[in-house]
T-cell receptor, first 114, second 117 residues
Framework: DSGVTQTPKHLITATGQRVTLRCSPRSGDLSVYWYQQSLDQGLQFLIQYYNGEERAKGNILERFSAQQFPDLHSELNLSSLELGDSALYFC?????????????FGPGTRLTVL | AQKITQTQPGMFVQEKEAVTLDCTYDTSDQSYGLFWYKQPSSGEMIFLIYQGSYDEQNATEGRYSLNFQKARKSANLVISASQLGDSAMYFCAMREAEYSSASKIIFGSGTRLSIRP
């Protein structure tokens, strides 16, 4: 158990809908990362938040947005869903206090868009 | 642009043998970090080992060691005395700007390791 929690574990929805994925980082970690893992694209970095602020952006679509709240949990919002958005979405956290540190991953949320 | 290459899509190894998973990387940064993660069939991503670009010694964590050859830009994972539970997908990853709080991480395409009893 990495200490990172993600809810829900599974999500099935229809095209055009909007969903919210939630992540709670390990206790004490300030940084949260979101990744998408799909069969055709592999593991793709989406976005990073550090202590409530956006710090780095990867291949995140405009239909997707994220935020990190004062209690450091994070939410990833996916809207106008398409079939191709079906994937495993991971959240990871790290301490990131200006040092090299390791990202620990949550169990993931499997999103299926029908 | 930074890039991670894992050239072995799949590998079969006999139990108790050592195995080396290849990883090469490309970056223009002087400072970066290299990671290996394991993803079993259950789907979670498990951190295995980390190597910083300025670390002079190869990283080791139990049965895992990282064979870091900076000049060749390779960071191979070595698993000694493989076990059936090592069967999984293995990902090599890199983070540029090692000491930056805004650096991105990219992953290779992975190697599926299967351990034969």
């Amino acid at each position: 158990d990495s200490g990172v929690t993600q809810t829900p574990k599974h999500l099935i929805t229809a095209t055009g809908q909007r969903v919210t994925l939630r992540c709670s980082p390990r206790s004490g970690d300030l940084s949260v990362y979101w990744y998408q893992q799909s069969l055709d694209q592999g593991l793709q970095f989406l976005i990073q938040y550090y202590n409530g602020e956006e710090r780095a952006k990867g291949n995140i679509l405009e239909r997707f947005s994220a935020q990190q709240f004062p209690d450091l949990h994070s939410e990833l919002n996916l809207s106008s869903l398409e079939l191709g958005d079906s994937a495993l979405y991971f959240c990871a956290s790290s301490l990131l206090a200006g040092e090299v540190d390791t990202q620990y991953f949550g169990p993931g949320t499997r999103l299926t868009v029908l | 642009a930074q890039k991670i290459t894992q050239t072995q899509p799949g590998m079969f190894v006999q139990e108790k043998e050592a195995v080396t998973l290849d990883c090469t990387y490309d970056t223009s940064d002087q400072s970066y970090g290299l990671f290996w993660y394991k993803q079993p069939s259950s789907g979670e991503m498990i951190f295995l080992i980390y190597q910083g670009s300025y670390d002079e010694q190869n990283a080791t964590e139990g049965r895992y060691s990282l064979n870091f050859q900076k000049a060749r830009k390779s960071a191979n994972l070595v698993i000694s005395a493989s076990q059936l539970g090592d069967s999984a997908m293995y990902f090599c990853a890199m983070r540029e700007a090692e000491y930056s709080s805004a650096s991105k991480i990219i992953f290779g395409s992975g190697t599926r390791l299967s351990i034969r009893p």
